[in-house]
């Protein structure tokens, strides 16, 4: 039995190096300390040592009980009226420095939590994680901007050679003569063009303007 605590222990300490490994101390005597949390009606059950990992936090000086008196339910668990759904991952935070969440929960719903509790190392994570976000939202993929131009037959040849650069022919369509110059027809055609638009992380497209004749 006891090789293989020692094992684990081991492995727990090759693990720490990842993670915001906490640095704090648990006070004497808090190891062992259960404490219930009853989250917007969920229960939850942790100890002294976790909740006071972040010693600044709401739920440190919940459970020294100093200056929060707060309200227990029937069992003597805390009451917190707060969204449980987002509480677990701060509960998890608390326990082993990571943030984990799942795919479909937003991570301002964890950063207002995280304010409200006033843990500040996840708050710091939630924010760099958001910023990033952003960032990578803004490297967007172009946008494909189509006109289509109309012109006849002889300003064709014309028209082409002067589009602006970025843009691209993609394609002719003949709509026939609309009207005549003494007895000579001229055929009309519409003039299909595209352009990719990057958007530029200020949020402006940036576009020069079009020079061929409309």
């Known amino acids: ?49 976790t909740l006071c990992r972040e010693q600044k936090s ?12 707060s309200d227990r339910d029937e069992t003597g668990a805390y009451l917190i009226d707060r969204d449980p759904t987002y509480f677990g991952p701060i509960l998890n935070f608390l326990r082993h420095g990571k943030l984990v969440l799942d795919k479909d929960m937003a991570e301002e719903g964890i950063l207002e ?29 172009p946008k494909h901007v189509y006109r289509v131009l109309q012109c006849q037959e002889e300003e064709l040849t014309q028209m082409v050679s002067t589009m602006s650069d970025g843009w691209r022919f993609e394609q002719l369509v003949n709509i026939g003569s609309s009207y005549n110059y003494g007895n000579e027809d001229q055929t009309e055609f519409l003039c299909v063009v595209s352009k990719e638009l990057y958007n530029s992380p200020n949020g402006l497209s940036s576009e020069p303007s079009h020079k061929a004749k409309v």
Do not use: S
């Open 1 to 49: 039995g006891v090789r293989m605590r020692m094992e684990g222990r081991e492995e727990m300490q090759g693990a720490v190096g990842l993670r915001c490994t906490w640095d704090i101390p648990p006070p004497a005597g808090t190891q062992a300390k259960w404490v219930r949390l009853n989250v917007g009606g969920t229960i939850f059950l942790t100890t002294r040592q």
């Open 58 to 69: 709401f739920l440190c000086r919940l459970c020294q009980g100093e200056e929060l008196q």
């Open 113 to 141: 939590e995280a304010e409200f509790y006033n843990i500040g190392p996840l708050i710091r994570i939630i924010k760099d994680r958001m910023e990033e976000k952003d960032y990578t939202v803004t490297q967007v993929p």
